[in-house]
């Protein structure tokens, strides 16, 4: 019979709680949570790092067999014809090689920085639309009662599971009736409105909570209920609302089916201007991923900057009285 000291499980039947409770049991819980955080990390950082490795990689490398993990040489070939692309789709071609000297040619046509600047309209257009409408309608819907209240945020949730494919057409017939298609102010009403249930939600929760104590106060002031909602409720509710307007930006920055049905290419967003570049057989992933991280750029930057106020708005949500 085995004794204990060469039973690696005696100690376990001795204590069942062993997992927990010993100083052995948490070098286990620790070491398997750590494996399991760099699984996940590796799983979701891996494109980011291969779209990264492919842009400094030239074409000659990207098409070798096996795949290299890491450049064998750094190639900015891919960030160089896209800029040159760019420049010489928007017509700055000429002033570059005027004042630089540089001569500007390239064999792809598609102006990256023009769909950076549709991207930017439609997608702060539809963030101010969203947060507008849905902050006004939460405010209704938590500080007064009526007949079909429950009813009507059942539906605002339920609107939030249907997919954008499934609106496709009866969007597509009332953008064409109105006379908007091929417009970007289209888009920014179609988004606006996909995220404005979401921001009611949001914004609900935050309402519900406001103290009646500073709205009384307000209403002493003798301040109308615009006025409360404006100068003090709007105010204080500054973590969530910008919250809400990430999550709209990002929805409509990254929405790609009706930019690609209601826009042609001049008119084109990010994504749908991201798939230009793929080209069959002859596409030049370099190009595609060097693309990638330069719209990608703008969108870091800003969140970089209000990343607290995101992460304040979702989960500190409403203010303690």
């Known amino acids: 019979m085995a004794t204990d000291n060469t039973d690696p499980t005696a100690e376990f039947r001795r204590n069942q709680s062993w997992l927990y ?7 286990v819980r620790k070491t398997a949570v750590g494996l399991l955080i760099l699984i996940i990390a590796a799983f979701v950082l891996f494109p980011l790092y291969w779209m990264i490795v492919t842009a400094l990689k030239s074409t000659a ?3 070798q067999i096996p795949p290299t993990l890491f450049p064998e040489q750094f190639s900015l070939e891919g960030f160089r014809l896209v800029v040159e692309s760019s420049l010489e789709s928007s017509g700055y071609d000429g002033f570059v090689e005027s004042t630089f000297g540089v001569e500007i040619s390239s064999a792809i046509n598609i102006d990256i ?20 409408l849905g902050t006004g309608a939460s405010y209704v819907l938590s500080r007064r009662e009526f007949r079909g209240k429950t009813v009507l945020m059942s539906l605002l949730l339920a609107s939030l599971m249907f997919p954008g494919t499934a609106i496709m057409v009866p969007e597509w017939e009332l953008i064409s009736t109105l006379g908007l298609f091929n417009t970007h102010l289209a888009l920014i009403l179609i988004y606006g409105a996909m995220t404005a249930p979401f921001v009611v939600w949001l914004m609900k929760g935050f309402f519900d909570d406001f103290p009646d104590s500073i709205v009384e106060a307000s209403r002493i002031d003798q301040c109308t209920s615009f006025e409360t ?17 990430i999550f ?30 793929v080209q069959g057989f002859n596409t030049q992933w370099n190009v595609v991923a060097a693309a990638s991280i330069i719209v990608s750029v703008p969108v870091l930057i800003g969140l970089a900057y209000i990343q607290r106020y995101f992460v304040q708005g979702l989960t500190g949500g409403a203010i303690k009285g």
């Open 21 to 27: 409770d010993s100083k052995a049991g948490g070098y």
């Open 248 to 277: 709209a930006f990002l929805l409509a920055w990254n929405e790609l089916v009706f930019a690609l049905t209601l826009l042609d290419n001049q008119n084109s967003t990010v994504p749908p201007g991201l798939l230009t570049f």
């Open 61 to 63: 490398e990207i098409q």
């Open 229 to 245: 909602f404006w100068y003090v409720i709007v105010p204080m509710a500054r973590n969530s609302l910008i919250a809400s307007f």
């Open 113 to 132: 920085l023009g769909m950076i600047v549709n991207s930017l309209k439609v997608a702060i257009g539809a963030g101010v639309l969203a947060v507008v």
